[in-house]
């Protein structure tokens, strides 16, 4: 399976740690991490399943594959900026949202769009136009977002393309 960990190039020194570990999760459980292989959580998570044994794959808001982190095995250029973000969340059968701006945000919207199940850690929280609750999975704990990630993507409905 593909897990997505999705988060921002800047981050504070727990959600660093919170992103290494799920990394770490995510190797150990035998999955392949996808990210946007820059730096920040992108990079804590890819340092953390590369020193597990694990796969990563960025990809690259730009067209330079040098420009992805050290811990990336798979830089994919896109030359897109941040229209990546669909890429990421369409390739994952789940995705775990640590922290995290702007962007991090586009990507929960997509993700949860195409039906893609999103775990956050300490992430933004939102409500639907209709006060509906937030239908983001919350944990604390890294290991348990990436079993509830792997449940989720599990027993999620088959995604179509829409975004």
Do not use: F, Q
């Given at each position: 399976m593909?897990?997505?960990?999705i988060g921002?190039s800047?981050?504070?020194?727990?959600?660093?740690?919170?992103?290494?570990a799920?990394g770490r999760?995510?190797?150990?459980?035998?999955?392949?991490?996808?990210c946007?292989?820059?730096?920040?959580?992108m990079?804590?998570?890819?340092?953390?399943?590369r020193?597990?044994?694990?796969?990563?794959?960025?990809?690259?808001?730009?067209a330079d594959?040098g420009?992805?982190?050290?811990?990336?095995d798979?830089p994919i250029?896109?030359?897109?900026g941040?229209a990546?973000n669909?890429i990421?969340?369409q390739t994952?059968?789940a995705?775990i949202?640590?922290?995290?701006?702007?962007g991090?945000?586009s990507?929960?919207a997509?993700?949860?769009n195409?039906?893609?199940?999103?775990?956050?850690?300490?992430t933004?929280?939102f409500?639907?136009?209709?006060g509906?609750a937030d239908?983001?999975i919350?944990t604390?704990d890294?290991?348990e977002?990436?079993?509830?990630?792997?449940?989720?993507a599990?027993?999620?409905a088959?995604?179509?393309a829409?975004?």
């Open positions: 593909i897990v997505a960990v921002g800047k981050a504070d020194a727990d959600s660093l740690a919170e992103a290494e799920v999760c995510i190797a150990e459980a035998g999955h392949t991490l996808i946007g292989g820059l730096g920040g959580v990079e804590a998570a890819c340092r953390g399943a020193e597990a044994g694990g796969r990563t794959v960025g990809v690259l808001p730009g594959p420009a992805a982190n050290p811990y990336v798979i250029v896109t030359n897109m941040v990546r669909a990421i969340v994952a059968a995705a949202a640590i922290d995290g701006a702007y991090t945000l990507e929960i997509m993700a949860l195409a039906g893609t199940p999103v775990v956050g850690i300490g933004w929280r409500s639907d136009g209709n509906d239908t983001v919350r604390g890294p290991a977002a990436v079993r509830l990630a792997v449940s989720a599990e027993s999620a088959p995604r179509g829409a975004l």
